[in-house]
């Protein structure tokens, strides 16, 4: 009869052990996929643009690097490939640029060219 006991109570515990290890074993799958999902929603989620002004440094196929003024530290862009910019851009023409901070790096999203806008305006004051 003891033998008979403890076999009910060993298949009642594996029972019970079974039924509510299932869930357990969902539970952290559930909390995987949760915590994925903002993860995945932050790197899709679009990073806020700025913009500053200045005066061209230097300019490669890979990187702008940016006078914005006297007394001020020069600021270096990343040029991406879907980064919008003049044909023409050449060091010492002045700009503004629209950018966005992405793993430590300002990525440039547009660049537009102030130095026709400029010329006219110092023609202006010559005359």
Avoid: C, W
């Avoid at 026709?116 to 010559?126: C, D, F, L, Q």
């Amino acid at each position: 009869m003891n033998r008979r006991m403890i076999g009910l109570a060993a298949a009642s515990l594996l029972v019970s052990s079974a039924v509510f290890a299932a869930p357990q074993q969902k539970a952290p799958a559930k909390a995987a996929t949760t915590q994925s999902a903002p993860a995945k929603a932050t790197e899709h989620k679009a990073q806020p643009t700025h913009t500053t002004k200045g005066t061209v440094s230097s300019i490669n196929t890979t990187q702008l690097t940016l006078s914005p003024g006297k007394g001020k530290k020069e600021l270096t862009f990343m040029l991406g490939s879907d980064a919008q910019k003049p044909a023409n851009l050449a060091a010492g023409d002045k700009v503004t640029v629209h950018y966005r901070v992405e793993n430590n790096q300002n990525m440039v999203t547009s660049i537009q060219q102030q130095g026709s806008k400029s010329a006219g305006n110092t023609a202006k004051k010559r005359t």
